[in-house]
């Protein structure tokens, strides 16, 4: 057994640098990256690995990307597919690796798309759009959609829409790859519900809110056909008072389940819970600053003893120690630069 060896994928904007992925060795002793290699792609504003971690999907100016993952974690670039819309900005495969989810921010459009036995994008099997108007009649208050994602008995396809104020729930059809609309999670109004996360085993779904700072934790369940979900608890990320401008930006577990991290603008900071793995609550570990603006993503490496913020308005990373007994963060070294850095995948390369 030799030690286990990462790579981080960092998907990035364009304006300035054509590589819109960055690939970096990451240094499990110290806790920092090494560049290894960047890919050409526009506008990389989102990516995800399949589920047999062989192929790595991200959003580009025009549609999606398909790219195989190469045994020393480089990329070798399989082709591309229209979205038939607007730039997306989240991109997600579903549970046996046959369709790919994308979501539309700016025109509140939901793309399905099958994937080939080899892992490139095929045909679109579906889209969306979705409807309505919120609250207010502004920018923010029609639909965009931020993310989709679907439930880990690949059954509910579950997309925010950050405009709407809701979460809807479509039963996806795994062979012809068509959504219908099964249920609606309803959100605070105007909290702009942004991404879910969906505990290991399934049985919990967390829904971050960007505007209003919180995150909604819900049991679901599946009962012949009808799904299930029961809120449980709500807890804030940052707290929202008058004249601030804090917005939540980030959702991710570490790697073993027992973290769930998030972060916030405006205050630029992190915030760590423990994760019951019994009933789905969060207990605050730590809200600490993450010494950058606009911590867009950010990830605990897979060891859970350093952390990494992608701060997308600074243009760098910026890299700690972690100790999850004690609820501290201490800086580790100097930032890197990375031109507005969206977000991160650590990824495991084969023994």
Same mark, same amino acid.
């Given at each position: 057994?030799?030690?286990?060896?990462?790579?981080?994928?960092?998907?990035?904007?364009?304006?300035?640098? $054509?590589?819109?992925? @960055?690939?970096?060795?990451?240094?499990?002793?110290?806790?920092?990256?090494?560049?290894?290699?960047?890919?050409?792609?526009?506008?990389?504003?989102?990516?995800?690995?399949?589920?047999?971690?062989?192929?790595?999907?991200?959003?580009?100016? #025009?549609? !999606?990307?398909?790219?195989?993952?190469?045994?020393?974690?480089?990329?070798?670039?399989?082709?591309?597919?229209?979205?038939?819309? +607007?730039?997306?900005?989240?991109?997600?495969?579903?549970?046996?690796?046959?369709?790919? =989810?994308?979501?539309?921010?700016?025109?509140?459009?939901?793309?399905?798309?099958?994937?080939?036995?080899?892992?490139?994008?095929? &045909?679109?099997?579906?889209?969306?759009?979705?409807?309505?108007?919120?609250?207010?009649?502004?920018?923010? #208050?029609?639909?965009?959609?931020? *993310?989709?994602?679907?439930?880990?008995?690949?059954?509910?396809?579950?997309?925010?829409?950050?405009?709407?104020?809701?979460?809807? !729930?479509?039963?996806?059809?795994?062979?012809?790859?068509?959504?219908?609309?099964?249920?609606?999670?309803?959100?605070?109004?105007?909290?702009?519900?942004?991404?879910?996360?969906? $505990?290991?085993?399934?049985? =919990?779904?967390?829904?971050?809110?960007?505007?209003? *700072?919180?995150?909604? !934790?819900?049991?679901?369940?599946?009962?012949?056909? !009808?799904?299930? =979900?029961?809120?449980?608890?709500?807890? &804030?990320?940052?707290?929202?008072?008058?004249?601030? /401008?804090?917005?939540?930006?980030?959702?991710? #577990?570490?790697?073993?389940?027992?973290?769930?991290?998030?972060?916030?603008?405006?205050?630029?900071?992190?915030?760590?819970?423990?994760?019951?793995?019994?009933?789905?609550?969060?207990?605050?570990?730590?809200?600490?600053?993450?010494?950058?603006?606009? %911590?867009?993503?950010?990830?605990?490496? %897979?060891? /859970?003893? =350093?952390?990494?913020?992608?701060?997308? &308005?600074?243009?760098? +990373?910026?890299?700690?120690?972690?100790?999850? &007994?004690?609820?501290?963060?201490?800086?580790?070294?100097?930032?890197?630069?990375?031109?507005?850095?969206? *977000?991160?995948?650590?990824? @495991?390369?084969?023994?």
């Amino acid at each position: 057994m030799g030690k286990e060896k990462y790579v981080a994928y960092v998907s990035t904007y364009t304006q300035k640098d $054509s590589h819109g992925i @960055k690939i970096y060795d990451v240094d499990m002793e110290k806790g920092r990256f090494i560049l290894k290699n960047e890919i050409e792609i526009s506008n990389a504003s989102y990516i995800c690995t399949s589920h047999n971690k062989k192929y790595l999907y991200s959003i580009t100016d #025009f549609g !999606v990307e398909a790219y195989r993952i190469l045994a020393d974690g480089n990329l070798e670039k399989l082709n591309f597919a229209s979205i038939n819309g +607007m730039r997306g900005c989240y991109v997600s495969v579903d549970y046996s690796d046959s369709f790919l =989810f994308v979501a539309g921010y700016h025109d509140g459009k939901l793309t399905v798309l099958r994937l080939n036995e080899d892992g490139s994008i095929g &045909e679109i099997t579906d889209e969306i759009y979705h409807k309505g108007l919120g609250t207010i009649a502004e920018r923010n #208050f029609r639909p965009h959609i931020n *993310c989709a994602r679907m439930t880990h008995d690949n059954k509910y396809l579950l997309v925010t829409d950050q405009g709407m104020d809701h979460v809807n !729930v479509y039963h996806f059809d795994t062979q012809k790859g068509k959504v219908k609309i099964a249920d609606v999670v309803r959100s605070e109004m105007e909290s702009g519900p942004r991404l879910i996360k969906i $505990s290991k085993d399934g049985r =919990f779904i967390y829904v971050l809110h960007e505007w209003k *700072c919180y995150i909604d !934790v819900y049991s679901y369940q599946d009962r012949n056909n !009808v799904p299930y =979900f029961e809120k449980i608890q709500t807890v &804030e990320t940052a707290k929202m008072s008058k004249g601030n /401008n804090n917005a939540s930006s980030a959702l991710s #577990f570490s790697a073993d389940y027992n973290y769930l991290l998030t972060t916030n603008a405006g205050d630029n900071s992190v915030v760590i819970y423990n994760v019951n793995q019994e009933d789905g609550t969060l207990t605050k570990n730590l809200a600490l600053p993450i010494s950058g603006e606009y %911590p867009k993503d950010a990830e605990l490496f %897979p060891n /859970n003893k =350093f952390l990494v913020s992608l701060n997308h &308005e600074s243009n760098e +990373m910026t890299f700690f120690h972690v100790n999850l &007994e004690a609820g501290t963060i201490i800086m580790n070294g100097p930032g890197l630069k990375v031109n507005v850095p969206n *977000c991160i995948i650590f990824c @495991k390369l084969p023994e």
